[in-house]
């Protein structure tokens, strides 16, 4: 037989999970949104400013919205598109390296020498003259307008110094939107991978493993994650938040991947690819955890959830993230003196958190039907 | 000229030392290039454990591998490196299993599976996709180019087991564990999987060592029988003699249990064992 494997289609594993997560509609949809608040979290300084992208002053054009950018900012805004660009022309041997080399250098050096420039003043006046963002007011700005309600100047309504809640949501969906994200990739990996040994070795490593779990889910989560941010003295720094939101919130994947791989450990296929040659780490990775990924993927999206509401809680208790830096958890426990005549304080933060849980969860349940051959495509 | 396979007073344990229940208990026997050998027995005779032990499948603990040799090749399996069980693994000793459909993992395709195969131990082979093809088409998988795609759950029983032994096949095994393919398969299907392993060892030097309870499949199949029961090897010899003139008579009260085409009979006979031990 005379076959050329070339002439053949065959479709990859993750290139069909792509294929039948685009055929679910709400998955697709929900994904899309998700893009969309990180762009809105990504490019907040350009859509939640008091400061004009151009205006023309004396001097001729100026663009103070970039001087008021933070180092973090400006990297973010200079390195993506440069990791693009030498993604895509990395064929052309040295010199993308090259060019991406002296970009980061005098991306540092300039940094290095100059501040922010954080004044108080705002380009709201200069009507004409100036080109402001789509809402011209920064998240951390008061104003004599307090207690506003939603209206065209204050898309979402002021609070008690007259502060715009939408700059401020803006803003905060850095906060809010990285904490989830990056706080469940913690406890995934760490709970993926210490559950997956725990069920395929079992012995004494199970057994440690799980008393050790138990012991920690005597605790309420929240106690815990205030006591190590207490020892570690660290409110109010993001990436500690994360990772202690990460570390206490992974023994339920934990359980669940170790159930999962109890299960399929058992059943003939793993054996049949051991007495094909495969090895541990093989049968681990492409035999037990894909098979496994479906409740994985929707433990996970119900995790973000989690997360951002564990951050809400934390800023409430005012351990979390303090002004200047928002989150909507924090701008949601802003409200609760308010809530009774200031009925937007609590609804537009609520209402973004609730838009972001939907849109994972509706992810994470289109990817798990993706994910398993045997689900019919919704 | 040595033996391909030859395994010397084999014994396997299992449970706690002190009350040890030994599911092999010492076995010995060999196997040629090409050859295919029957391991006929009940459930629980040891004869899955014996195949599996070939490579050290059975993972100790729990099983101990109390005493015995079993040579592949020249080579003592049972003091083989981990490393080196992969290798033969699927390279030199290929298994078929009982139950074709959830043997295959049920998230990949089958082209994908028989991929992996392939990938394993033939990392040499420049044009794979042609390969699995022409795997499937060994097996008798009709249009096999567009079969690829298919998950096992797509699949019949049969049309899986072929599956299974195009996987098999795909590393050209000198040595194929078959460990009762046909068990879970209803009848017809049997015969076309037996008739199926019966033209592969025709087009193939390979042997076969086909593990089964049913002396129905043995007669014209195996060059060679070896009856188990409660561990031991009972008897062994050449089909055609033992069927003939079977000597033990836990083997006589095996080939009476199968019914014979023309005979009259009210009841189907069952082993009475009181009469064997």
Not at chain 1, 90 to 96: A, C, E, S, V
Not at chain 1, 270 to 298: E, F, K, S, T
Not at chain 2, 84 to 104: D, M, N, V
Not at chain 2, 170 to 190: G, Y
Request: proline share 6%.
């Amino acid at each position: 037989m005379s076959t050329r494997g070339h002439d053949i289609q065959q479709e990859g594993y993750w290139q069909r999970i792509g294929r039948r997560f685009n055929e679910n509609a709400y998955g697709r949809i929900a994904f899309r949104v998700i893009l969309v608040l990180f762009a809105i979290a990504a490019f907040a300084p350009f859509i939640a400013n008091s400061h004009a992208i151009i205006r023309y002053g004396d001097n001729g054009p100026e663009f103070p919205i970039f001087r008021s950018l933070e180092a973090i900012e400006w990297r973010f805004l200079i390195y993506v598109p440069l990791a693009a660009a030498v993604y895509f022309l990395r064929k052309r041997q040295w010199l993308p390296y090259i060019v991406a080399i002296l970009a980061i250098a005098a991306t540092e050096t300039s940094l290095a020498l100059t501040h922010p420039v954080n004044d108080a003043t705002n380009d709201r006046n200069y009507g004409g003259s100036a080109i402001m963002p789509p809402i011209p007011y920064s998240p951390n700005e008061s104003s004599p307008a307090q207690f506003s309600p939603p209206s065209w100047q204050h898309w979402c309504g002021t609070d008690y110094t007259g502060r715009d809640i939408a700059a401020r949501m803006v803003h905060g969906a850095r906060t809010s939107l990285s904490i989830g994200f990056v706080a469940v990739s913690i406890a995934l990996l760490v709970g993926v991978t210490l559950g997956g040994l725990a069920g395929f070795y079992r012995g004494w490593f199970d057994i440690a493993l799980f008393r050790f779990i138990e012991i920690l889910d005597c605790f309420p989560p929240l106690l815990l994650i205030l006591v190590v941010i207490g020892v570690f003295n660290s409110q109010n720094n993001m990436f500690v938040i994360m990772a202690v939101i990460g570390l206490t919130s992974w023994t339920g994947l934990a359980r669940l991947v170790r159930g999962e791989f109890l299960r399929l450990v058992g059943q003939p296929f793993p054996q049949a690819a051991r007495a094909l040659g495969a090895g541990d780490i093989h049968i681990i990775l492409r035999h037990l955890l894909p098979n496994a990924l479906g409740p994985i993927l929707v433990s996970a999206t119900f995790g973000v959830a989690s997360a951002i509401l564990i951050e809400s809680s934390l800023s409430f208790l005012g351990f979390g993230m303090q002004a200047p830096t928002s989150s909507w958890g924090d701008i949601l426990s802003d409200a609760r003196l308010y809530i009774d005549f200031a009925w937007w304080l609590a609804f537009f933060p609520g209402l973004a958190i609730l838009i972001t849980i939907m849109s994972y969860n509706f992810v994470g349940e289109a990817l798990r039907d993706a994910v398993d051959p045997r689900l019919k495509v919704k | 000229m040595p033996s391909l396979l030859s395994v010397e007073n084999l014994a396997i344990q299992f449970g706690p030392p002190d009350d040890p229940v030994r599911a092999v208990d010492g076995i010995t026997f060999r196997m040629e290039p090409g050859e295919t050998l029957a391991v006929v027995g009940e459930s629980g005779s040891g004869k899955s454990v014996s195949a599996l032990a070939l490579t050290r499948l059975l993972a100790a603990p729990p099983a101990r591998y109390v005493s015995g040799r079993i040579n592949f090749d020249g080579r003592d399996v049972l003091k083989m490196p981990e490393r080196e069980l992969r290798e033969l693994r699927g390279a030199k000793i290929a298994y078929i299993f009982q139950e074709p459909g959830s043997s295959l993992n049920p998230v990949f395709t089958i082209g994908y599976q028989i991929r992996e195969a392939i990938e394993l131990h033939r990392p040499d082979v420049r044009d794979v996709t042609a390969e699995i093809v022409s795997a499937l088409d060994q097996v008798g998988i009709r249009d096999p180019a567009s079969r690829l795609n298919d998950y096992p759950h797509q699949l019949s029983g049969g049309m899986q087991q072929r599956v299974m032994i195009a996987m098999a096949l795909a590393c050209k095994p000198r040595l194929l564990v078959a460990d009762e393919p046909t068990t879970a398969l209803d009848v017809t299907i049997q015969k076309q999987i037996m008739d199926l392993l019966k033209q592969l060892k025709g087009s193939t030097n390979m042997a076969i060592l086909l593990i089964t309870h049913n002396f129905g499949l043995v007669s014209d199949f195996a060059d060679r029988v070896v009856v188990m029961f409660r561990g031991k090897i009972v008897e062994a010899g050449p089909t055609a003699e033992i069927l003939r003139n079977p000597q033990h008579p836990y083997t006589r009260a095996l080939i009476d249990c199968v019914p014979k085409l023309g005979q009259k009979q009210r009841r189907l006979k069952t082993i009475d064992y009181a009469g064997i031990k």
